[in-house]
């Protein structure tokens, strides 16, 4: 149920001057930001990232992740879709993790905590660090365009996220994308 503009506790937004949404959905998923004064706008006002594809934009991507051997980023969406067809045409594809569309295993397992996933090639890995690394490539993108596009230099204490989640998802699955939201810490760092 949508809520009212002015029912918006603008407290929960601390000293954040911008608001990121992160919409990881089971086939697409994509990201939209705007300012703290934007948002107070009726309508508000905000900005999305609009991915190229083969032949195609869109403010939203294929909801596909590549992870190397040590369970981090290497693409995300059309660029995981192009680079993991390069790595299957040169037999290179076994020290990757491709998962596509896994947002409907996590509903089908109806659990979070240690719950593992398959990709495509069958290889389980845990679904927190898999939704983790998606919510952290989505935010570290988010924090690049508006980097980038309004030329200021944010860090994590200028945005406030936003994680959209189903409403059919019970509160065990709303747990596991807080969990999820915890590895976003260490995103992009090599131990």
Known sequence: MDRPLEQFNYDRLGNSIFVVGIDIGSVSSGYAFASR??????????????WQGSQLLSSKCPTVILLDINEETKAFGFEAEEMYSEFLEQSE?????????FRDQLHLQREA??????????????????MGQTIGYLK?????????RLKVHADDDDLYFVLTVPATWNDQERHFMKQASHVVINYGKSG
């Open 140 to 148: 570290h993108q988010a924090m690049n365009k508006i980097n980038q």
């Open 113 to 130: 905590g240690n719950v593992m996933i398959k990709d495509v090639s069958g290889k389980p890995l845990k679904a927190v660090q898999v």
């Open 93 to 101: 594809h076994d020290g990757y993790y491709y998962f596509k569309y």
């Open 37 to 50: 004064e934007d948002i107070m706008h009726d309508p508000p006002k905000f900005s999305t990232h609009y």
